[in-house]
């Protein structure tokens, strides 16, 4: 295992710690620690991507490893971008988990062969890796809004029954819960648009058709369309709070079945 991996893993396994203690103890623990861990293996991450891509000479978008290392990467991003706007520090204990194991399947995997992509012209340069990027970032919005969907159900039960422990001060209200799983959702809906034209894009420019009835393509559509189905809803009937949470968590189990789906039963990239 590369030393980087080892600096990310310990890192992130610190932010899990301390995060989890934060939400279950009724004083601040190990903060400024968890915060110096946070910005090493960020930093660590965000270098092994830059070298990755130096090294190969593309954007590090190719395989288990490099996929796995760019969406635990996008997931951090967009847990730190969540809490810039709703100060919701619990949210790390739901979140950092799946970045440390998305972290430990990219350090145990193996890299795919180092070859460049060939490609006929400038634009397929620039579509394929945009397109496998804008999917993986809508993957990180979608487990953001996973998170504040877990968070809501929590505390609403702790409401409804009226027990209020510790993580119930330490969650956000439900407005914000809610607010955080519709915003992450409607950017994760949006940056899966994208990357979904890229994706058609790319194809017509490569192979001269639009829809290649793919793997990763039918398990993108079918995700893009749930998501429709959910914001839609939200939109239309005033769809939100527990079943918006639920839907939420039920669109996350979905979209890791995806990922599952496309690692074994093959990809374009």
């Not at 965000?46 to 954007?59: A, P, V």
């Not at 956000?172 to 894009?201: E, H, K, Y």
């Not at 559509?221 to 949470?245: E, P």
Request: charged share 10%.
């Amino acid at each position: 295992m590369e030393i980087l991996w080892i600096i990310v893993l310990l890192g992130y396994a610190v932010c899990v710690a301390q995060s989890i203690f934060a939400l279950t103890t009724k004083r601040p623990v190990m903060r400024r620690t968890g915060l110096v861990a946070l910005a090493i293996a960020l930093g660590a991450h965000t270098s092994w991507l830059i070298i990755r891509g130096i090294h190969t000479g593309r954007c590090p978008l190719v395989g288990t490893q490099e996929m796995c290392a760019f969406l635990s990467w996008g997931l951090v991003l967009s847990t730190l971008i969540a809490y810039r706007w709703y100060h919701a520090n619990a949210l790390k204990a739901f979140i950092f988990p799946i970045v440390l194991v998305l972290a430990a399947i990219a350090a145990i995997s193996p890299g795919p062969a180092d070859q460049t992509q060939e490609f006929s012209n400038t634009l397929q340069s620039f579509l394929l890796p945009a397109h496998v990027g804008l999917l993986l970032l809508a993957y990180a919005s979608f487990f953001v809004s996973f998170g504040a969907g877990v968070m809501y159900i929590i505390q609403e039960r702790e409401l409804k029954h009226k027990r209020f422990g510790t993580i119930f001060y330490r969650l956000p209200s439900l407005d914000t819960c809610d607010a955080i799983s519709s915003r992450s959702m409607a950017i994760g809906f949006v940056l899966m648009t994208l990357g979904i034209v890229g994706g058609l894009w790319y194809s017509y420019s490569r192979y001269h058709v639009y829809w290649q009835a793919g793997p990763l393509e039918i398990f993108s559509v079918v995700t893009w369309l749930l998501y429709l189905i959910i914001i839609q809803s939200r939109i239309n009937a005033g769809w939100g709070g527990r079943a918006a949470a639920l839907a939420s968590i039920l669109s996350f189990i979905i979209v890791i079945c995806s990922l599952v789906g496309v690692r074994y039963l093959g990809h374009a990239f």
